[in-house]
């Protein structure tokens, strides 16, 4: 689970560590593009966003505060972008911007908190567009608004779906790795009460005892009943009963005469 969480938590900033640095970069164009065109209402707000990226940028490097600078930062930017589609900015071209945030709000914040963002900035943004007497915004036309409208619930769904998708598997790779745990630990227990005989054995030529490890002289089977899972059942082979019990082999020799 750890190693888990260290991969999600190093997936997340790597992407976000990404989107601040294109998103700083692109603003400063932005802010530029403003300038020379003397359009002075952007300006700020490009340089606010700027200000915010790099700031949560630092913020990530000093703190373990991950989740409460994605919502900080996430919060800011998308007022900023809300703020930016009442007033039509970058001649209503900030509709594409407003586009990305569902995508992000799904894989920062997960498929449950991603929902509740993806709905509270929908909300803004029905009433920023249909309601623009209220904050004395831009004025959007119907044919904009309802193929913008379209366009972010497509994304919203799809989002939703990409990050329903990585849940489940990430759960099922995590089941199928604690398995795969739970196996390699049988396997180590079952190979630690294992005892194998391996090597050379040093035994007596005559009465055929081998030498432990300690020095002593020990009975064969005793050594391998020590030193193995094996259990011995006593018998006599049959040249042994030839040896040791002639008469008892003679009168089996004449029962089958």
């Not at 567009?129 to 379209?150: A, C, E, K, Q």
């Not at 630690?192 to 005989?197: H, I, T, Y």
């Not at 035994?203 to 009943?225: F, L, P």
Request: hydrophobic share 45%; glycine share 6%; proline share 2%.
């Amino acid at each position: 689970m750890q190693a888990t969480s260290s991969t999600e938590r190093q997936r997340k900033r790597f992407l976000y560590t990404l989107c601040a640095v294109i998103i700083v970069v692109a603003f400063t164009i932005l802010t530029a593009i403003n300038a020379t065109e003397r359009n002075f209402k952007e300006i700020p707000i490009n340089l606010a966003v700027i200000a915010v990226m790099t700031a949560s940028l630092a913020a990530l490097k000093r703190w373990d505060a991950d989740q409460t600078i994605y919502r900080a930062s996430h919060a800011l930017i998308s007022l900023g972008l809300c703020y930016s589609v009442s007033i039509g900015a970058g001649e209503e071209t900030v509709l594409f911007w407003a586009l990305i945030a569902p995508l992000l709000f799904f894989f920062f914040f997960g498929k449950r908190e991603g929902i509740i963002w993806t709905i509270l900035f929908y909300a803004c943004l029905i009433v920023i567009l249909f309601l623009p007497g209220w904050f004395d915004g831009h004025v959007y036309s119907g044919v904009t608004i309802s193929r913008f409208l379209i366009t972010l619930t497509i994304i919203s769904i799809v989002g939703f779906g990409l990050e329903s998708s990585r849940t489940r598997f990430s759960r099922l790779l995590s089941e199928k790795n604690r398995a795969l745990r739970n196996e390699k630990q049988q396997l180590e227990k079952a190979l630690k009460d294992v005892k194998a005989l391996s090597g050379l054995l040093p035994i007596c030529s005559n009465c055929k005892k081998i030498r432990n490890d300690e020095g002593y002289w020990e009975q064969v089977e005793v050594y391998v009943r020590d030193h193995s899972e094996a259990e011995f059942s006593h018998g006599i082979c049959p040249e042994c009963i030839k040896q040791l019990y002639p008469g008892f082999k003679g009168k089996k020799d004449s029962d089958k005469s």
